[in-house]
């Protein structure tokens, strides 16, 4: 079974987490071909915001964004027993590395401006024929609302790939955009139709429930 893992930058601002997590990646590797996709979380979107206060445009800002992920990629390295030495740059590498697995983990940051390591996450699911795509986040699940800002928002147990497009056609996309998943994600989704989950990763236990089939996030099917 092949497991696409999209890991929020969120998890990469305290060591023992990351350490945790990476504990529940090795164990996994060992009975799935994984692969997993680094966010650029907080110091990314600092980054971002210093830049665009110097003038920057839009598509330097991704860039910037891009080498906080793959920085982020590499302290997941370091976390992890069995990965291999350096992230990946491109799909076709991966899946190439990844076509006789030896059970180790690739690992990959962002790779082009114009969308979030959600897209290369489901990009790559896509590339590869991923049976199951994880989108390891901060929330419990996606949202009619930002969560965070609306007390009373909904949330979705489950949704078709074209509702998924449809709210987040909503968002507005721009470098260190916080929304769960990006439309261009839900685009890759929605064409190539592979099993996706949004969950909470606070509890690393919970990424190794939605691999196994058990979660409280929300299922696009």
């Known amino acids: 079974m092949k497991v696409v893992i999209s890991l929020g930058g969120i998890f990469f601002s305290d060591a023992e987490k990351l350490k945790k997590i990476a504990v529940v990646f090795d ?116 949202y009619d609302a930002d969560p965070r800002k609306y007390p009373g928002a909904k949330k979705y147990d489950r949704l078709s790939p074209k509702e998924l497009v449809a709210l987040t056609m909503k968002e507005e996309l721009k470098a260190g955009s916080r929304i769960v998943i990006d439309p261009v994600a839900a685009k890759i989704i929605e064409r190539s139709g592979i099993k996706t989950i949004v969950i909470n990763g606070s509890n690393p236990q919970n990424i190794v429930d939605a691999v196994h089939g058990k979660h409280q996030g929300t299922e696009i099917v």
């Open 27 to 142: 164990e996994l590797a060992q009975s799935y071909n994984l692969c997993v996709v680094t966010g650029g979380g907080e110091r990314a979107r600092e980054y971002i915001k210093l830049a665009r206060e110097l003038g920057a445009n839009e598509a330097l800002c991704d860039y910037l964004g891009i080498a906080l992920t793959r920085i982020n990629a590499k302290l997941l390295i370091a976390a992890l027993k069995n990965a291999y030495p350096e992230p990946f740059l491109d799909y076709k590498e991966t899946a190439l590395a990844k076509a006789n697995d030896t059970g180790k983990i690739a690992v990959m940051g962002g790779v082009s401006p114009g969308y979030t390591t959600d897209a290369v996450a489901a990009i790559l699911a896509e590339y590869v024929n991923a049976d199951l795509l994880l989108n390891v986040t901060s929330v419990d699940g996606i």
